[in-house]
């Protein structure tokens, strides 16, 4: 009986002695770090008629104060823009039906279009004017009855068109774009326009066959027509980004970036008072 205890322990102590010691488990690797998402593209409806603002260059690509102050605000939020171009009187509908995510393409902030739509801070306030040729004397909206005037088809202009100039027997002609306005002034099918300063003197009277016409009258800042300015137009809701955009304004406004997109345009400051 001793002897098979005996052999027993042995037995054990052999086994025991035999055993590999196991390594311990390898620690888990460390989780990769989460890749952070790409900004989401900005969608910015343009309308590419309306230079110097927003218009074409040779190769077709969008360009214009407007564009240029899209991208700089584009790069204050952290987000791209793409350029989505638009029929200016199909604008606020193709943003209510999301087809893009702001406007920024001179739209002016008026009571009217606040029912519709929000708006940025404004980024610009320029005037308008009557726009007849040289010849032609113009002392108040009734010295032209009966003269043909074209507008932009849901505009401001075309507001204060109908407003002052068709109710004092002015012939008032909407047109889906502004240089197609100017195409029919140089036609003779029309005898002016009413139009922002700026962008008739760089779309019209500055080039080929402007030459004989000018702006009339006083300058037009009537807010009932004309609103307190050019703002980005959002749709209802979009706080946090409207938000931002308007912070994004005053950024441009003070690091020098506005200074330099205006200056490359304009020879004063387009941002008003």
């Known amino acids: 009986m001793k002897k098979i205890l005996l052999a027993a322990a042995f037995s054990s102590l ?3 002695c035999g055993k590999k010691e196991e390594a ?6 460390p989780a990769p770090a989460p890749v952070a ?4 593209d900005l969608k910015v409806a343009i309308d590419a008629t309306y230079e110097p603002f927003t218009f074409k260059t040779a190769d077709g690509k969008p360009t214009g104060f407007d564009v240029d102050i899209a991208n700089a605000l584009c790069e204050e939020v952290k987000r791209k823009c793409v350029f989505v171009e638009q029929a200016w009187d199909g604008m606020i509908p ?11 393409s001179s739209m002016s902030i008026t009571e009217e279009r606040l029912a519709q739509v929000d708006f940025s801070d404004k980024y610009y306030n320029t005037p308008s004017r009557v726009v007849l040729k ?12 009966g003269k043909k005037i074209g507008v932009l088809k849901a505009s401001t202009q075309e507001k204060y068109a109908l407003g002052e100039l068709k109710t004092a027997g002015v012939n008032v002609v909407s047109y889906d774009a ?17 139009a922002d300063v700026l962008e008739v003197g760089g779309g019209f009277l500055g080039k ?9 009258g006083e300058d037009l800042y009537i807010p009932k027509y004309f609103g307190t300015g050019a703002g980005v137009a959002l749709a209802k809701g979009q706080d946090a980004l409207k938000g931002q955009i308007s912070a994004a304004i005053k950024a441009i406004r003070a690091n020098g970036k506005y200074k330099a997109i205006n200056d ?10």
């Open 264 to 273: 490359k345009y304009f020879k004063f400051d387009v941002y008003g008072s």
């Open 14 to 16: 052999v086994v025991a």
């Open 208 to 216: 080929p066959g402007g030459e004989a016409y000018e702006t009339k």
């Open 37 to 40: 998402a790409a900004p989401a």
């Open 24 to 29: 311990p488990a390898p620690a888990p690797a």
């Open 178 to 194: 502004q240089d197609q306005v100017y195409l029919d002034i140089k036609s003779g099918r029309l005898d002016g326009t009413v």
């Open 94 to 104: 193709g943003l209510l039906a999301k087809k893009y995510d702001v406007i920024i």
């Open 134 to 145: 040289k010849t032609v004397k113009y002392t108040d909206p009734a010295s032209i009855k």
